[in-house]
DNA sequence: CTGTGTGCAAACTCTTTGCATAAGT
DNA sequence: ACTTATGCAAAGAGTTTGCACACAG
């Protein structure tokens, strides 16, 4: 509780080693791409023009590889709220988002501010292991 | 609250005709399998398999064809909870599910027992259209 | 050096589409 | 008859994989 709390300040490349992950270059440059710009919502095609508009280049192989090496590592979630793609959020604490299907954008809901009420038992054998909260929106016609 | 209570006993043919979907052989053989056995969750693969396991002949074209064609009417609603590949849920009413990841199986959670509280405002312009909640369970290691 | 990671292209899965044929009203 | 739906096969998106080469430790 005392020396953890500012992960955010610890440099990519502790980051990637304290989590099992060698720093490659293509490793850094993904997760400074990731964690320098507060909480995202990515998807490989989004990260890796990214990486392109910066004028380096990773393959998208690598992305895809590189994005589920660091959700295995905690240091992303995936998402499956779009269906079609997958989505990952740099944001891993416990939130949950409003997403606005006509533009497939996400928008982070704090996690202290929702409250679940009325969840019935598992089934015999099993445990909750997160819930998942997504509040659709739609453009208002009204008013 | 008196004559539309028992939409479930309306003949197929007619809740096809009443969405406005002329009922062919593809579709009154498609929505039988999906309407008369309960609620259920079917992948377009599933109910294509329970096609050919019935002894009839639909395309897997059409199957995919349909199902939207019912979404669209109302019929069904698409769930985008495993992000791979989509499920389509014959309870249209408002309700919310478990997921166990594991099998990539679903179980509702009836509309009235989930209460969610402390719901953000929605950004200016937006209304809620659906609140999604997934309760994701896996297997309990202890007990 | 030695093992891990990367890039590339090909393969794969799920889904959609175009067009000729078939079926519903 | 006239219109809409279906089937097929091909195309398309997104993602994964196999293998030779490159790089970090």
């Given at each position: 509780m005392e020396k953890e709390a500012d992960i955010s300040t610890t440099p990519i490349v502790e980051r990637l080693r304290i989590a099992?992950?060698?720093?490659t270059r293509q490793r850094v440059l993904l997760a400074e791409l990731l964690f320098s710009q507060g909480d995202r919502h990515v998807s490989a095609e989004m990260l890796h023009g990214e990486v392109i508009g910066v004028g380096e280049q990773v393959s998208l192989a690598t992305v895809y590889n590189t994005l589920h090496q660091f959700t295995g590592a905690g240091l992303l979630r995936e998402l499956?709220?779009?269906?079609s793609k997958a989505f990952f959020d740099t944001n891993v604490s416990n939130h949950n988002h409003f997403f606005i299907e006509e533009r497939g954008e996400l928008i982070d809901i704090s996690g202290e501010q929702i409250r679940v009420d009325g969840l019935p038992e598992p089934p015999p054998g099993m445990r909750i292991s997160h819930i998942d909260v997504v509040v659709r929106l739609v453009a208002d016609k009204k008013k």
């Open positions: 099992g992950l060698r720093p499956a709220i779009d269906g």
